[in-house]
């Protein structure tokens, strides 16, 4: 499994969380990684309003793929967005997404230094995290 | 043996005199508390009923952090803190003691020997309260008042990541209440703190250190005389 | 979606996605919580219900992604009816490992009971008896605002408090939750 980056957006489309695991992907600034979280918020914001299909239950904007890599947006029904970047063709994003989500839960949710809504600093899920998504060799 | 752990009920391990329990309360005089007439009160209830009952993990991690975060509200400093958590700790082990003791039943002992109550701390109370024992138990080659218990991942730092500002910090301070009531319980009064001190496999290793009072140490002197 | 099948999904999680505790340690800790709170605030009652309210709210925001994560729910309830499923049968299953029964329902759908046969919080506990208490203190009050809290980042507005509790000498322990409205008046689409 290639996983590039792992983001993670709050309610308000602020960027709580980023970071690369694997190379593939640009280096670009703090500065245009908020933009991009801005950015896609609100194109998840509309591609959730106007369908091209009848549903009027759309999740949103779910996965964006390039022939470099594979985009997978997940969003709670809570709002929280989990966005994770990997190679092209990459299988089984759902299940990785949702073990993130479990990590999340676990070592940023239940760890009482941890403030709702604000960046993620939290050794635990970093280090739950990488073990999940890179496995040393 | 005072049989009940009611979290108001101060219990006081010093006198070992049996507290009578009042069975039916409400028709005693010497109580207003009311009971339900179709319910069982926590009195005809059996003590064994909940030993072996568990509850998720993450219903205890949310709230221990809420009492993390509530004590950290009214507290100067990291070793306030830790003491705040420590005096939790200190009311839980208390009435743990209590049930473990009783549910021992006859075979329950009086620990005499330093030895005899840090091996019953780190085995039968540990696997009680814990489902596990504690990792290590060793004395401190330097100073003859000092033991070490260690857990490799204490349950109740499992989902806890302390900020760097507060790096001394160790919410295992809980537990070192825990074993700080156990003692005191069997006459054995020490200081017990929670320190950090990982290694490669367990990042989030903790010691207990406990130091025990000069008495106690005179006590056991007197023993090895004998 | 059929409570019977909320009912299993519980059962699922809590047999195969859930780690376990003592249980003693949780009572005991929570016992100690409230203790120390009838302490801090001399005694005042009615400040104590709002504290262990206030704390339970904080853990609720939280304590729902746990909840999403693990019982894997992606879809919104159908209505309040299948909400109150949910929360007694995955919600209390999966962290309390009891099912409260629900009760009452008012002919709007929108309140309902929560009668807790079992109340683990409360095992070992005698309320002081100083005369106030029984009549004061509402001794689980936190498992109100979990579930207040809980709901409110599922966009749903919530009371919740106690009607009746077995420790203040009542034949029951019942929780009334009434639904004030639905945040962002996103309504869920109604099955019936």
């Known amino acids: 499994m290639v996983v590039y980056a792992v983001l993670i957006l709050n309610k308000a489309g602020g960027l709580i969380y980023q970071r690369d695991f694997n190379p593939g992907l640009q280096k670009i600034s703090a500065n245009d990684y908020l933009i991009i979280a801005g950015t896609f918020h609100g194109v998840h914001a509309i591609t959730s309003q106007i369908s091209p299909t009848n549903d009027t239950g759309s999740s949103g904007l779910e996965v964006l793929e390039s022939e470099h890599f594979v985009m997978r947006c997940f969003q709670t029904l809570t709002g929280i967005k989990f966005l994770i970047f990997a190679e092209p063709r990459q299988p089984n994003l759902d299940v990785v997404v949702r073990r993130v989500y479990e990590l999340y839960a676990d070592y940023v949710m239940k760890n009482p230094f941890y403030q709702i809504e604000m960046p993620i600093r939290s050794e635990g899920f970093d280090r739950h995290l990488a073990a999940y998504i890179k496995p040393q060799a | ?226 | 979606m059929a409570s019977t099948t909320r009912a299993r999904l519980g059962e699922e999680v809590w047999k195969s996605r859930t780690d376990k505790i003592n249980a003693e340690l949780v009572t005991l800790t929570y016992g100690s919580v409230v203790a120390q709170l009838c302490k801090d605030l001399d005694g005042d009652y009615a400040e104590v219900n709002k504290q262990l309210d206030k704390m339970g709210y904080n853990i609720g925001l939280r304590l729902i992604e746990d909840f999403l994560a693990k019982s894997n729910m992606q879809q919104k309830c159908a209505n309040f009816r299948d909400t109150a499923d949910v929360i007694s049968k995955v919600g209390f299953k999966m962290f309390l490992n009891i099912i409260p029964t629900i009760a009452n329902w008012s002919s709007d759908n929108k309140q309902f009971s929560l009668l807790l046969d079992e109340n683990p919080l409360a095992d070992f506990v005698e309320l002081p008896d100083d005369g106030k208490a029984q009549g004061e203190l509402w001794y689980s009050n936190m498992l109100c605002g979990v579930i207040r809290g809980a709901l409110e980042m599922v966009q749903m507005q919530v009371d919740v408090h106690f009607v009746s509790d077995i420790l203040r000498g009542h034949d029951t322990t019942e929780m009334r939750i009434t639904l004030i409205r639905y945040i962002d008046d996103e309504m869920p689409q109604d099955d019936e």
């Open chain 2, 1 to 226: 043996m005072n049989r009940d752990p009611s979290p108001f009920r101060p219990t006081s391990t010093a006198s070992t005199a049996t507290s009578p329990t009042p069975k039916y309360a409400n028709l005693t005089a010497s109580t207003n508390i009311r009971y339900s007439l179709t319910r069982k009160s926590i009195y005809d209830r059996h003590l064994n009923r909940t030993k072996t009952s568990e509850l998720s993990k993450s219903a205890f991690a949310f709230l221990f952090g809420e009492m993390v975060q509530y004590a950290q509200k009214k507290v100067y400093g990291v070793q306030d803190l830790e003491k705040k958590l420590n005096l939790h700790g200190y009311a839980v082990g208390q009435r743990f003691l209590e049930l473990l003791l009783w549910r021992d039943g006859r075979t329950a002992k009086r620990e005499t020997r330093i030895l005899g109550i840090l091996q019953f701390i780190s085995h039968q109370m540990y696997r009680a309260i814990f489902q596990k024992q504690a990792d290590t138990l060793e004395k401190v080659r330097e100073n003859e008042d000092e033991y070490m218990i260690s857990d490799n991942d204490p349950i109740v730092n499992t989902y806890i990541s302390v900020p760097k500002e507060m790096s001394q910090l160790n919410c295992g301070a809980f537990i070192a209440g825990i074993i700080e009531a156990v003692l005191d319980g069997h006459c054995f009064p020490a200081k017990v703190t929670a320190h950090t001190a990982p290694n490669d496999m367990w990042p989030g290793r903790t010691v207990f250190l406990i130091k025990f009072e000069p008495e106690v140490l005179e006590r056991e002197a007197l023993r090895v005389g004998s």
